[in-house]
């Protein structure tokens, strides 16, 4: 199994930024792509930004050219650097990765439990 823990979530006005990071732990034997997803109350989870191992990054339009997403391979862990942050960015942020547990095992996705992100107008 992959443990995933988030931290950095918190209350911040709008115009401000926050850091999320996520570090992943346990059986892992590979990690392909590891990112970011959000949920606001009453809607469905979507894509924030993802990066894969080698390096490459794919972001939602709504976040382009304020969050940037970055990883630490030899930490296993992901990051989410968010600035000029909207009151439409607050949602539950979920830490996801995709990784193999064995060499003869199937990419798996786990989860992270979430951390809230609040941005006040």
């Avoid at 830490?95 to 060499?103: G, H, L, N, S, V």
Wanted: charged share 15%; aromatic share 10%; hydrophobic share 35%.
């Amino acid at each position: 199994q992959v443990q995933l823990v988030e931290s950095g979530g918190g209350l911040v006005q709008a115009g401000g930024s926050l850091r999320l990071s996520c570090a992943a732990s346990g059986s892992i034997f590979s990690i392909n792509t590891m990112g970011w997803y959000r949920q606001a109350p009453g809607k469905q989870r979507e894509l924030v930004a993802e990066i894969v191992s080698g390096g490459s990054t794919n972001y939602a339009d709504s976040v382009k050219g304020r969050f940037t997403v970055s990883r630490d391979n030899a930490e296993n862990t992901v990051y989410l650097q968010m600035n000029s942050l909207k009151p439409e960015d607050t949602a539950v942020y979920y830490c996801a990765t995709t990784a193999k547990t064995a060499p003869w095992t199937s990419p798996f996705i786990y989860w992270g439990q979430g951390t809230q992100v609040t941005v006040s107008s």
